[in-house]
Protein backbone atom coordinates (compact mmCIF):
# COMPACT_ATOMS: atom_id res chain seq x y z
CA UNK A 1 0.00 0.00 0.00
CA UNK A 2 1.51 3.19 -1.31
CA UNK A 3 -0.95 5.68 -0.33
CA UNK A 4 -0.17 8.86 -2.73
CA UNK A 5 2.75 8.52 -4.83
CA UNK A 6 4.15 11.22 -7.17
CA UNK A 7 6.38 12.38 -10.23
CA UNK A 8 8.90 13.33 -10.56
CA UNK A 9 10.59 14.31 -7.37
CA UNK A 10 12.42 17.48 -8.83
CA UNK A 11 12.24 18.56 -11.86
CA UNK A 12 13.96 22.10 -13.59
CA UNK A 13 12.20 23.80 -16.20
CA UNK A 14 12.49 27.13 -18.40
CA UNK A 15 10.25 29.35 -18.28
CA UNK A 16 7.82 28.49 -21.17
CA UNK A 17 8.18 24.95 -21.37
CA UNK A 18 5.43 22.52 -20.67
CA UNK A 19 5.13 19.55 -18.14
CA UNK A 20 2.82 17.35 -16.37
CA UNK A 21 2.85 16.21 -13.11
CA UNK A 22 1.73 12.67 -11.84
CA UNK A 23 -0.11 11.84 -9.04
CA UNK A 24 -1.95 8.46 -8.10
CA UNK A 25 -3.21 6.97 -4.87
CA UNK A 26 -4.25 3.10 -4.16
CA UNK A 27 -6.77 3.99 -1.39
CA UNK A 28 -9.84 3.89 -3.14
CA UNK A 29 -10.26 7.31 -3.00
CA UNK A 30 -12.94 9.57 -4.36
CA UNK A 31 -11.24 13.02 -3.83
CA UNK A 32 -8.42 14.44 -5.15
CA UNK A 33 -6.23 17.16 -4.79
CA UNK A 34 -3.49 19.64 -5.79
CA UNK A 35 -1.55 22.26 -4.11
CA UNK A 36 1.73 24.11 -3.97
CA UNK A 37 3.24 25.17 -0.63
CA UNK A 38 5.55 28.31 -0.91
CA UNK A 39 7.34 29.65 2.29
CA UNK A 40 4.94 32.22 4.29
CA UNK A 41 2.06 30.94 2.33
CA UNK A 42 0.77 27.74 3.57
CA UNK A 43 -0.70 25.46 0.99
CA UNK A 44 -2.66 26.88 -1.66
CA UNK A 45 -5.11 24.74 -3.46
CA UNK A 46 -4.92 24.94 -7.03
CA UNK A 47 -7.46 22.51 -8.76
CA UNK A 48 -9.17 19.65 -6.99
CA UNK A 49 -11.30 16.56 -8.51
CA UNK A 50 -14.05 15.17 -6.17
CA UNK A 51 -14.85 12.09 -8.45
CA UNK A 52 -13.77 10.60 -11.58
CA UNK A 53 -14.37 12.88 -14.32
CA UNK A 54 -15.07 16.00 -12.19
CA UNK A 55 -12.60 19.08 -11.75
CA UNK A 56 -13.20 22.36 -10.28
CA UNK A 57 -11.12 25.47 -10.11
CA UNK A 58 -9.17 26.12 -6.44
CA UNK A 59 -7.58 29.16 -4.90
CA UNK A 60 -4.77 29.74 -7.65
CA UNK A 61 -5.53 28.06 -10.62
CA UNK A 62 -4.29 30.18 -13.31
CA UNK A 63 -1.53 28.82 -15.96
CA UNK A 64 -2.41 24.93 -14.69
CA UNK A 65 -4.88 22.66 -15.87
CA UNK A 66 -5.78 19.02 -14.75
CA UNK A 67 -6.74 15.82 -15.52
CA UNK A 68 -8.86 13.40 -13.77
CA UNK A 69 -7.35 10.16 -16.10
CA UNK A 70 -9.57 7.74 -13.39
CA UNK A 71 -10.14 6.91 -10.41
CA UNK A 72 -6.74 6.82 -9.29
CA UNK A 73 -4.64 9.30 -11.09
CA UNK A 74 -4.64 13.19 -11.12
CA UNK A 75 -2.26 15.05 -13.22
CA UNK A 76 -1.44 18.63 -12.95
CA UNK A 77 0.40 19.92 -16.10
CA UNK A 78 2.04 23.90 -17.05
CA UNK A 79 1.52 24.57 -20.10
CA UNK A 80 3.84 27.35 -20.64
CA UNK A 81 6.06 27.46 -17.30
CA UNK A 82 6.62 30.96 -15.46
CA UNK A 83 9.39 31.64 -12.47
CA UNK A 84 5.92 32.26 -10.60
CA UNK A 85 5.54 28.91 -10.84
CA UNK A 86 8.54 27.83 -9.00
CA UNK A 87 6.95 26.21 -5.93
CA UNK A 88 6.79 22.64 -4.09
CA UNK A 89 3.68 20.86 -5.30
CA UNK A 90 1.61 18.32 -3.98
CA UNK A 91 -1.26 15.98 -4.44
CA UNK A 92 -3.91 14.42 -1.81
CA UNK A 93 -6.38 12.77 -2.10
CA UNK A 94 -9.52 11.63 1.18
CA UNK A 95 -12.91 9.67 1.01
CA UNK A 96 -15.77 11.44 -0.42
CA UNK A 97 -17.53 13.22 2.90
CA UNK A 98 -16.35 16.50 4.71
CA UNK A 99 -14.86 14.77 8.16
CA UNK A 100 -12.17 12.97 6.16
CA UNK A 101 -8.72 13.80 6.51
CA UNK A 102 -6.65 14.22 3.43
CA UNK A 103 -3.70 12.07 2.66
CA UNK A 104 -0.72 13.58 1.22
CA UNK A 105 2.16 12.71 -1.75
CA UNK A 106 5.70 13.28 -0.80
CA UNK A 107 5.78 16.09 -3.43
CA UNK A 108 7.56 17.81 -6.32
CA UNK A 109 10.14 20.18 -6.16
CA UNK A 110 9.88 22.25 -9.23
CA UNK A 111 12.44 25.31 -10.73
CA UNK A 112 11.48 27.54 -13.56
CA UNK A 113 14.65 29.70 -14.69
CA UNK B 1 -13.85 35.49 3.98
CA UNK B 2 -13.30 32.82 5.95
CA UNK B 3 -9.53 31.77 7.01
CA UNK B 4 -7.08 30.30 9.59
CA UNK B 5 -4.66 31.71 11.88
CA UNK B 6 -1.58 30.88 12.86
CA UNK B 7 -0.44 33.64 15.17
CA UNK B 8 3.28 31.98 15.57
CA UNK B 9 5.16 32.00 12.74
CA UNK B 10 8.34 29.93 15.20
CA UNK B 11 7.79 28.29 18.68
CA UNK B 12 10.35 27.23 20.74
CA UNK B 13 10.24 24.75 23.61
CA UNK B 14 12.90 23.40 25.85
CA UNK B 15 12.98 19.14 25.85
CA UNK B 16 10.34 17.88 27.94
CA UNK B 17 8.23 20.89 28.47
CA UNK B 18 5.01 21.15 27.35
CA UNK B 19 4.25 22.88 23.97
CA UNK B 20 1.00 24.86 22.33
CA UNK B 21 0.92 25.62 19.20
CA UNK B 22 -2.17 27.79 18.26
CA UNK B 23 -4.97 28.03 16.05
CA UNK B 24 -7.88 30.12 15.01
CA UNK B 25 -10.39 30.21 12.81
CA UNK B 26 -13.13 32.39 10.88
CA UNK B 27 -15.34 29.61 9.21
CA UNK B 28 -19.38 29.90 9.79
CA UNK B 29 -21.20 27.04 10.95
CA UNK B 30 -19.40 24.34 12.86
CA UNK B 31 -16.29 23.43 10.45
CA UNK B 32 -14.31 19.91 11.04
CA UNK B 33 -10.79 20.96 12.40
CA UNK B 34 -7.68 18.98 11.10
CA UNK B 35 -3.54 19.43 12.49
CA UNK B 36 -0.97 18.23 10.05
CA UNK B 37 2.62 17.89 10.37
CA UNK B 38 5.48 17.85 8.04
CA UNK B 39 9.05 16.90 8.34
CA UNK B 40 11.59 18.37 6.40
CA UNK B 41 11.15 17.52 2.32
CA UNK B 42 8.06 15.07 3.22
CA UNK B 43 4.60 15.78 2.43
CA UNK B 44 1.47 16.32 5.28
CA UNK B 45 0.78 14.06 7.42
CA UNK B 46 -2.67 13.57 9.60
CA UNK B 47 -1.96 14.35 13.78
CA UNK B 48 -5.70 14.26 14.75
CA UNK B 49 -9.08 16.03 13.85
CA UNK B 50 -12.55 17.13 15.76
CA UNK B 51 -15.59 16.32 14.52
CA UNK B 52 -18.02 16.48 16.98
CA UNK B 53 -18.30 15.79 20.88
CA UNK B 54 -15.44 15.89 23.27
CA UNK B 55 -13.55 19.11 23.38
CA UNK B 56 -10.27 17.39 23.36
CA UNK B 57 -9.09 15.05 20.87
CA UNK B 58 -6.11 13.28 21.23
CA UNK B 59 -4.14 12.07 17.90
CA UNK B 60 -1.04 10.56 16.94
CA UNK B 61 2.97 10.36 18.58
CA UNK B 62 1.17 11.66 21.82
CA UNK B 63 -0.76 14.88 20.45
CA UNK B 64 -4.16 16.41 21.79
CA UNK B 65 -5.93 19.25 20.45
CA UNK B 66 -8.22 21.68 22.56
CA UNK B 67 -11.46 22.69 20.70
CA UNK B 68 -13.29 25.94 21.82
CA UNK B 69 -16.27 27.12 19.81
CA UNK B 70 -16.77 30.88 21.70
CA UNK B 71 -12.83 31.18 21.09
CA UNK B 72 -13.43 29.50 17.78
CA UNK B 73 -9.74 27.69 18.43
CA UNK B 74 -8.06 24.70 17.98
CA UNK B 75 -4.63 24.73 19.82
CA UNK B 76 -2.27 21.66 19.29
CA UNK B 77 -0.81 20.53 22.67
CA UNK B 78 1.86 17.90 24.11
CA UNK B 79 2.25 17.39 27.57
CA UNK B 80 6.07 16.61 27.21
CA UNK B 81 8.01 17.79 24.11
CA UNK B 82 10.84 15.22 22.22
CA UNK B 83 13.54 16.76 19.87
CA UNK B 84 11.96 14.70 17.25
CA UNK B 85 8.38 17.14 17.39
CA UNK B 86 10.41 19.69 15.34
CA UNK B 87 8.71 19.99 12.47
CA UNK B 88 6.20 22.51 10.66
CA UNK B 89 3.11 21.86 11.46
CA UNK B 90 -0.89 23.30 9.79
CA UNK B 91 -4.04 23.66 10.90
CA UNK B 92 -6.70 23.32 8.47
CA UNK B 93 -10.50 23.75 9.24
CA UNK B 94 -12.93 21.92 6.55
CA UNK B 95 -16.68 23.93 6.34
CA UNK B 96 -19.22 21.18 6.34
CA UNK B 97 -20.90 20.35 2.76
CA UNK B 98 -17.68 21.64 1.45
CA UNK B 99 -14.85 19.53 -0.97
CA UNK B 100 -12.15 21.91 -0.05
CA UNK B 101 -9.58 22.59 3.10
CA UNK B 102 -8.73 25.48 4.68
CA UNK B 103 -4.80 25.77 5.43
CA UNK B 104 -2.62 28.24 7.99
CA UNK B 105 0.59 29.22 7.45
CA UNK B 106 1.93 26.93 9.38
CA UNK B 107 3.96 26.82 12.83
CA UNK B 108 7.54 25.93 12.87
CA UNK B 109 8.31 24.23 16.00
CA UNK B 110 11.70 23.91 17.46
CA UNK B 111 12.25 21.42 20.57
CA UNK B 112 15.65 22.59 22.32
CA UNK B 113 17.39 19.34 23.63
Known amino acids: NAGVTQTPKFQVLKTGQSMTLQCAQDMNHNSMYWYRQDPGMGLRLIYYSASEGTTDKGEVPNGYNVSRLNKREFSLRLESAAPSQTSVYFC????????????FGPGTRLTVT | AQSVAQPEDQVNVAEGNPLTVKCTYS??????LFWYVQYPNRGLQFLLKYITGDNLVKGSYGFEAEFNKSQTSFHLKKPSALVSDSALYFCAVRPRGDDKIIFGKGTRLHILP
Open chain 2, 27 to 32: VSGNPY
Open chain 1, 92 to 103: ASSEVGTAYEQY
